[in-house]
């Protein structure tokens, strides 16, 4: 009889930086490498333990004094659309949905760095190049899936790239690990577009959650989250309705 063993993940704890989100405090994180044949159940379980990834890195908050970082997921089969959300819906219409592998693309990368440029020059992302980008989208151990948004052309077929969404699939629902846009298509909001299209996908699929990552309360770049109910909060009694 074959013995199998599970090897137990390794955390480790990164130095002290400027927090992101909030002027004034330090950041730090504690991470797991995902390596192996057991990558995708093991980012399935620290995913529901409040982990995000990126690369082959599964990554928390760890900040000494301050909890502001609360993972959070849409409860895809309970959401309603509102007014305003079925009127993004419809603005994007004449969009082309593709769902295609984990491949970087030099459009998809020439997007990203107009992106980047119009919205978040001088963030820790705006050095990012072509090679950079690779590594983001290719070195995934996990199942990963780029979905593209496309004008629809004169001639019927999918046209310009307008929108790109990095998700991983997980057993209960999917997890929005990157999304950029074309900063000159504004009236379409495609960046609340992207999460009611993916709640609509979870849907198709039966699946019960869209993963947002972490809300931090008092964020400019984060409060957007919370617009998206009925959605459940990781806190110390586990899951739990926000």
Known sequence: MTEHTTRVPQFFLTPGGPCPYLPGRTERKVFARLTGSLAQPLNEALTHSGFRRSQSIAY????ENCAAC?????????FEFSRGQKRILKRNDDLVRGEVAAEATREQFALLRTYLD?????????????FDYVAMVEETPVQTRIIEYRRLGPD???????ACALSDVLRDGLSMVYSFFHPGEEARSLGTFMILDHVRAARMRSLRHVYLGYWVQGSDKMDYKARFKPMEALGREGWERL
């Open 70 to 78: 609360v993972s959070v997921r849409i409860i895809a089969g309970e």
């Open 156 to 162: 019927g077929e999918p046209g310009a790239l307008v």
């Open 60 to 63: 928390r908050p760890a900040c």
């Open 118 to 130: 119009s919205r978040h020059a001088g963030g820790g992302m705006s050095d990012m190049g072509l």
